[in-house]
């Protein structure tokens, strides 16, 4: 079946940086876009950016301009993301999600199960 | 600021139907798609496109949009019902995409 797997959960200082990975099984890896979306303790879902299937693009919400870096290796089938400089304020759960889109809509299936990143000193 | 707007809370009775909406500009060129999640879970998808429920989701969940807005329907709420509920969809730019807030909806 369809399965996106996180890494485990982080903690880390303010300035650090942390590295999250999501590996994909049960599908084609390299024909599908991955979307990371994070969500802070009692808040909703943050888009933070994707990447596409060859790993060669990444579009990254304006947030998290020059702090996130969205990497693929497809001989893996697993995506990274990295953010830096982090703060308190980036204390969250990080997801990955697939995307599929048709007919003017696009959604995220499946998610990955999440990691929690706690930022503290 | 989000571009989706969604009420906070609805509630519903047991049984009873419940609209849940989303507004947006970006709704009058694009379709929602709608996530439930539960407590420690993550989300999950209930209703995307036009007329689409991925398998595995009940047929009380329904979607429809109409000019700038989006609604997810649970026809029969059930207690399991009892979730946020988030929409989704590319934004104005096209460049990017955006979630709503949520809406907590709570099954009395």
């Known amino acids: 079946q369809v399965q996106l797997v996180q890494s485990g959960a982080e903690v880390k200082k303010p300035g650090a940086s942390v590295k999250v990975s999501c590996k994909a099984s049960?599908?084609?890896?390299?024909?599908?876009?991955m979307h990371w979306v994070r969500q802070a303790p009692g808040q909703g879902l943050e888009w933070m950016g994707l990447?596409?299937?060859?790993?060669?693009?990444?579009t990254y919400a304006q947030n998290f301009q020059g702090r996130v870096t969205m990497t693929r290796d497809t001989s893996t089938s697993t995506d990274y993301m990295e953010l830096s400089s982090l703060r308190s304020e980036d204390t969250a759960v990080y997801y990955c999600?697939?995307?599929?889109?048709?007919?003017?809509?696009?959604?995220?299936?499946?998610w990955g199960q999440g990691t929690l990143v706690s930022v503290s000193s | 600021s989000s571009e989706l707007t969604q009420d906070p809370a609805v509630s519903v009775a047991l049984g009873q139907t419940v609209r849940i909406t989303c507004q947006g500009d970006?709704?009058?060129?694009?379709?929602a798609s709608w996530y439930q999640q539960k407590p420690g879970q993550a989300p999950v998808l209930v209703f995307y496109?036009?007329?689409n429920r991925p398998s595995g989701i009940p047929d009380r969940f329904s979607g429809s949009s109409s000019g700038n807005t989006a609604s997810l329907t649970i026809t029969g709420a059930q207690a399991e019902d009892e979730a946020d509920y988030y929409c989704?969809?590319?934004?104005?730019?096209?460049?990017?995409?955006?979630f709503g807030g949520g809406t907590k909806l709570t099954v009395l």
């Open positions: 970006c709704l009058r060129t694009y379709y």
């Open positions: 989704y969809s590319r934004d104005s730019s096209g460049k990017h995409w955006v």
């Open positions: 990447i596409n299937p060859s790993g060669s693009s990444t």
């Open positions: 999600a697939r995307d599929s889109s048709g007919g003017n809509s696009w959604w995220l299936d499946p």
């Open positions: 496109g036009k007329n």
């Open positions: 049960g599908y084609t890896f390299t024909s599908y876009w």
